[in-house]
């Protein structure tokens, strides 16, 4: 990652925990069956990496509260939310890059990545993975990605990014993951599908836009007018008092050492 990516986020890490999606049950389920699988019968560690505020940290905790959890993100403010929220001091956090991992060869039977993989110089990632993965460990990249197709309003909402963001493109995040890690090394690659859909009010909707970077720098490009223009897209689309749905595809990308 370079200085700027490192710095996407802060000043983000309280909007960005309260408005970003959770990820669904069926995801959550088959990951925390791939670390049942990885670990055997030792005490499961996992490590997410990107880890943010730790969205899914957290959920993989509640599902397998007997396993040990870590997590590492380059951005100091999104690192401070997760500290916050993990009253109970159970994840160990740690500041660092992906590409760099300040942890033992073998230590962990898993390692996750949500939403983060896209600003990992990959190549340089997978190697680390498998170093600090055990023998048996698997690598696990989730994303929630929203489904644009067949949906005018969608549509209309990544065309005004783009239109305010230069450098943004709605097929920012379409890599074939499982093709990749096959390459790096890891065996069995492949992904699996979760689709689902999420309703919200107008307000939500836009605390949800206002937690990514990629709409900041639109915002900030356009002197705010981004905003107002969101608006309207909203009015033209959905009746004030109605519930937006928005349909996404959560998908799982998995491979092992």
């Not at 600090?132 to 065309?159: D, K, P, W």
């Not at 065996?187 to 307000?203: C, I, T, Y």
């Amino acid at each position: 990652m370079n200085v700027a990516n490192d710095h996407a986020f802060s000043g983000l890490q309280k909007i960005y925990d309260q408005a970003r999606p959770r990820y669904p049950q069926d995801a959550l389920s088959l990951i925390v069956d791939q670390l049942a699988a990885s670990r055997r019968a030792e005490q499961g560690h996992l490590l997410d990496v990107g880890c943010g505020t730790g969205i899914l940290t957290r959920q993989l905790l509640e599902l397998s509260p007997g396993s040990k959890f870590t997590g590492c993100d380059v951005n100091e403010d999104m690192l401070s939310q997760a500290k916050a929220m993990d009253k109970a001091g159970e994840i160990s956090w740690h500041q660092s890059t992906a590409e760099e991992l300040p942890f033992k060869d073998n230590a962990f039977h898993l390692i996750t990545v949500a939403q983060a993989a896209q600003w990992f110089d990959r190549p340089k990632f997978y190697k680390e993975a498998r170093r600090v993965l055990t023998s048996q460990g698997c690598l696990v990249i989730i994303e929630n990605n929203r489904q644009l197709e067949g949906s005018a309003f969608m549509h209309a909402y990544e065309t005004l990014i783009e239109t305010h963001n230069s450098g943004y493109s709605r097929d920012y995040r379409r890599f074939d993951y499982a093709q990749e890690m096959q390459t790096a090394g890891f065996a069995n690659a492949d992904v699996r599908l979760f689709p689902w859909s999420r309703s919200m009010s107008h307000q939500d909707f836009i605390e949800m836009a206002k937690s990514s970077s990629k709409v900041q720098a639109a915002i900030k490009a356009s002197n705010g007018v981004f905003l107002i223009e969101l608006d309207q897209i909203l009015q033209k689309y959905w009746a004030e008092d109605e519930q937006i749905v928005i349909d996404y595809s959560t998908q799982v990308f998995s491979g092992h050492k």
